[in-house]
């Protein structure tokens, strides 16, 4: 069984902070994928990163992939509200296997 | 616009009765989709990977005989909770694989599927 621990769990912090979620597994995967997820709807696709060492940036989301392609970060630079949202980490090989999810709180 | 979309959205059933739920690929053709469990507050839990034409592969823990998976075509996937009880009650998401396989085939998501049993 492919798992994808994420941490934090729950975080909440204040608008114009920085923050970091980690998504770690013991797997390898041939890529990562970071969806948001609003209640109520399907996740909608942030990134995905297939390289080992791979960063790529939208807008103040910074997505980093692990060398060894186990293990995942993701920055939110300048937190706004409209970040709040549950954000999954996902590993790709031949299906998608969810992290356990990190919900952000961003305080106005 | 939606490329994957479920029916119904939202369903509420009797306990002991069965529901289906629908997943259709709306312009491309899906050999492959996935349905998902999520309890409120937790994460995306793969139950099955269906595949047309053939049986379904079911997750470790997940009951093939209460969750009914047929993909008869290459844009429809049906799951059927059978004798429904109020801890299936959750929130049911689908995906589809575009193209005929591989890991550069891109998945996209339902809407997902708010089951109430009660």
């Known amino acids: 069984t492919q798992l994808l621990e994420q941490s934090p769990q729950f975080l909440s912090i204040q608008e114009g902070e920085n923050l970091t979620v980690y998504c770690n597994s013991s797997s390898v995967f041939s890529s990562l994928q970071w969806y948001r997820q609003e209640p109520g709807e399907g996740p909608v696709l942030l990134v995905t990163v297939v390289t080992g060492g791979e960063v790529k940036k939208l807008k103040r989301l910074t997505f980093q992939f692990g060398d060894a392609r186990k293990d995942s970060s993701l920055h939110i630079t300048a937190a706004q509200p409209g970040d709040t949202g549950l954000y999954l980490c996902?590993?790709?090989?031949?299906?998608?296997?969810f992290g356990t999810g990190t919900r952000l709180t961003i305080i106005p | 616009g939606a490329v994957v979309s479920q029916h119904p959205s939202r369903v509420i059933c009797k306990s002991g009765t069965s529901v289906k739920i629908e997943c259709r690929s709306l312009?491309?053709?899906?050999?492959?989709m996935f349905w998902y469990r999520q309890f409120p507050k937790q994460s995306l839990m793969l139950m099955a990977t269906?595949?047309?034409?053939?049986?379904?592969?079911?997750e470790q823990g997940v009951e093939k005989d209460k969750f009914l998976i047929n993909h008869a075509s290459l844009t429809l996937s049906t799951l059927t909770v059978t004798s429904a009880h109020p801890e299936d009650s959750s929130f049911y998401i689908c995906s589809a694989r575009s193209g005929s396989g591989g890991l550069g085939n891109t998945i996209y998501f339902g809407e997902g599927s708010w089951l109430t049993v009660v």
């Open positions: 996902a590993g790709r090989n031949e299906k998608l296997t």
């Open positions: 269906s595949n047309e034409g053939s049986k379904a592969t079911y």
């Open positions: 312009d491309f053709q899906a050999t492959t």
